[in-house]
């Protein structure tokens, strides 16, 4: 294991994923559940994403660019559908589903779910895929790097998520997020046809 290569591709994927629509779906959990709880669902989403990643290596970077681009932008129009039809709920600081407060296997599974359907076609599986592919001598590395880098974003958002709480009401996180979702699903849909 090189902590020159693991550095190298944590550098790389972190930034990659700072603005990524994952950080917006966590820090969305973040804002509606237990952070830790959610984080735990993130955390193993991210670990399956990067081992599927690694594992696949430079077959990814084989898919051809337009549909990858349809398929993503479909992905955040959808997640802004969904983002905006849960405006109805309160703005406790906890959702309740049948009148409870949700247990946290059923928080870690929605962040599980969330953060793996957000990452599917993702720049930073493809990043990681490419790096792995480039690093072929030190997989290790390369997914010992982009796990950490994921899992440090995860809980930037979903601790922020939380802290943002205090300031703005999640009616209004919600939109501005959804808001962002329609735009990036836009910028999709135009690389695909151009």
Avoid: C, Q
């Avoid at 946290?104 to 953060?115: D, E, P, Q, S, Y």
């Amino acid at each position: 294991m090189s902590l020159a290569v693991a550095g190298t591709v944590f550098a790389v994927i972190f930034l990659a994923e700072l603005p990524d629509n994952s950080g917006l779906a966590a820090l969305m959990l973040g804002t509606r559940y237990r952070p830790l709880w959610v984080f735990a669902g993130v955390a193993a989403a991210f670990a399956v994403h990067v081992g599927v990643a690694v594992a696949a290596g430079d077959l990814l970077g084989l898919i051809p660019r337009r549909p990858l681009e349809i398929v993503i932008a479909v992905v955040f129009a959808a997640g802004a559908v969904v983002v905006l039809r849960g405006d109805d709920d309160d703005d406790d600081e906890e959702l309740t589903v049948k009148g409870k407060t949700p247990g946290f296997w059923r928080v870690a599974w929605t962040g599980f779910a969330v953060i793996t359907i957000a990452e599917l076609g993702d720049l930073t599986g493809i990043t990681t895929a490419v790096l792995a592919a480039h690093y072929k001598h030190d997989l290790a590395s390369v997914a010992i790097g982009s796990v950490l880098a994921l899992w440090a974003v995860g809980g930037i958002a979903v601790i922020g998520g939380h802290s943002l709480l205090r300031f703005i009401p999640v009616v209004w996180i919600s939109r501005v997020s959804a808001a962002l979702m329609v735009a990036l699903a836009g910028l999709s849909a135009a690389a695909a046809v151009s």
